[in-house]
């Protein structure tokens, strides 16, 4: 797998602001007064949304704010749906390798090719998912592009999923069918603690690839300290 890391910078450049000369700066650290006097840019890298009359409307003075914030949020909100697809797309294109690596069934003449094909659309998907959700503007910087990405995901996992279908004769169908919530284990459920245990680790396919953990006092419950022996000062 390849990780994005926040493409803000390739999102924003052929973006409506980008391709128009709009640069981080203006949005991010606008001109603001010191003492009502000297003009300094501000350092307060955060949510232009914070501040629209500055970040916003010193271009867009006939837009009022609101607006101006609804118009982000619309493309945010699409974006976030699409990427919520994409993922459950890449997840069912992972799945659909683990299922056609374990197949014992009549498999295809080319099995080899068209799981090289499946796995290299798995990577494609994943990391084309992983552009827009790794990258913080929710899609604002660039909405056509977001969503462009988002596409060019769910067809590279379909085609991953495709071609592991292929390779199995069909044979991972039935497993790989309904709702992806089903087919993936609770991952949020999963600790080191439940590792210990060899009744979790039988319970689900994917989590017998897990070596069970030797059984140790647990000390942490999600950032509480909850060992016996004093919290240790990191
Ligand atoms: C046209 C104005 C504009 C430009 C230009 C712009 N951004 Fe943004 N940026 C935004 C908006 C709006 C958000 C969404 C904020 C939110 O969701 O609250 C955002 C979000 C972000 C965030 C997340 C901040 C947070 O607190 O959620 C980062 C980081 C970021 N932008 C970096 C960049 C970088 C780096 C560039 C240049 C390559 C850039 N932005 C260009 C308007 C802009
Ligand atoms: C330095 C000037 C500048 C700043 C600052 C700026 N914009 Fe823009 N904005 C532009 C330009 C230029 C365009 C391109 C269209 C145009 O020429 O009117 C644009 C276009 C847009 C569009 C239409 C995008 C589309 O998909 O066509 C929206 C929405 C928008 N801006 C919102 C914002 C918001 C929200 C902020 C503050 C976070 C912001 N802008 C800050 C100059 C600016």
């Not at 602001?17 to 001109?31: E, F, K």
């Not at 976030?80 to 197949?103: C, N, P, T, Y």
């Not at 991953?160 to 279908?165: K, N, P, W």
Request: overall charge neutral; proline content about 5%; charged content about 25%.
């Amino acid at each position: 797998m390849i990780k994005m890391q926040h493409p803000e910078f390739e999102t924003w450049y052929d973006g409506p602001h980008g391709s128009a000369g709009v640069s981080c700066a203006d949005c991010h650290m606008p001109y603001t007064r010191m003492d009502g006097k000297k003009k300094v840019s501000s350092h307060h890298w955060h949510s232009p949304l914070k501040d629209i009359e500055t970040a916003c409307r010193q271009c867009h003075a006939d837009k009022d704010a609101d607006y101006l914030k609804s118009r982000v949020e619309y493309t945010q909100k699409k974006t976030f749906g699409q990427l919520l697809k994409a993922q459950e797309s890449s997840v069912r294109a992972h799945e659909a390798v683990r299922l056609a690596d374990e197949f014992r069934g009549v498999r295809a003449a080319d099995y080899d090719a068209l799981m090289l094909k499946a796995r290299e659309n798995v990577r494609k998907g994943q990391f084309y998912w992983d552009f827009v959700s790794a990258e913080n503007s929710v899609g604002f910087h660039n909405p056509a592009k977001a969503l462009d990405t988002l596409l060019l995901s769910v067809e590279a996992s379909n085609a991953a999923v495709d071609a592991a279908m292929q390779a199995t004769g069909g044979g991972i169908g039935k497993a790989l069918a309904g709702d992806v919530k089903n087919v993936v284990p609770p991952v949020r459920k999963h600790s080191r603690k439940l590792q210990q245990s060899a009744a979790h680790l039988a319970s689900h396919p994917w989590l017998k690839y897990l070596p069970q953990l030797p059984a140790s006092e647990q000390v942490w419950d999600g950032q509480t300290w909850v060992g016996k022996a004093p919290e240790p000062d990191f």
